[in-house]
């Protein structure tokens, strides 16, 4: 599977029953672009394309990105960053799994930023500004 936005192969992989709704259209499956971060749901088809029982293979967006069920919370999370304020609840939620899981979020969000500025990654958004808009807005609540 490609992204729509840029082309590149995607990392698919499973959304749990307890992060479905925070997953884009709710899907069961979803995918990362390793490129531009965008998340996108997956068709029925989709489990089909999902890496083996090792799950899905994080290492493709970044070598330090969250591996388990932290990985798919954090990568959720970072679909909510285009839409910020209007998926705050889901953030939160997001945010709160991957701390749960054992995901230094902020350390995860800092690699991927730095990343972004040696442009491996070049999403469609300001991933910075996206990271400290949610910082405010989780933190200040």
């Known amino acids: 599977m490609t992204c729509p936005q840029c082309?590149?192969?995607?990392?698919?992989f499973a959304v749990s029953d307890a992060l479905r709704t925070h997953a884009p259209e709710r899907t069961a499956v979803a995918s990362?672009?390793?490129?531009?971060l965008a998340v996108e749901a997956v068709d029925a088809d989709g489990p089909k394309a999902i890496a083996g029982d090792g799950?899905?293979?994080?290492?493709?967006?970044?070598?330090?990105?969250?591996?388990?069920?932290?990985?798919?919370?954090?990568?959720?999370?970072?679909?909510?960053l285009?839409?910020?304020a209007l998926n705050k609840e889901s953030a939160q939620a997001l945010r709160e799994?991957?701390?749960r899981e054992g995901v230094d979020v902020a350390l995860a969000f800092d690699r991927l930023i730095d990343a972004v500025d040696g442009a491996?990654?070049?999403?469609e958004f300001d991933l910075r500004r996206r990271v400290r808009q949610l910082d405010s807005l989780l933190d200040g609540s």
């Open 7 to 12: 082309d590149t192969e995607v990392v698919a």
């Open 32 to 36: 990362l672009c390793p490129n531009c």
């Open 55 to 80: 799950g899905p293979d994080f290492s493709r967006v970044h070598e330090s990105f969250p591996d388990g069920d932290g990985g798919v919370a954090f990568a959720l999370l970072i679909g909510t």
């Open 82 to 84: 285009p839409s910020i």
């Open 97 to 99: 799994r991957a701390e």
């Open 120 to 123: 491996e990654i070049v999403p």
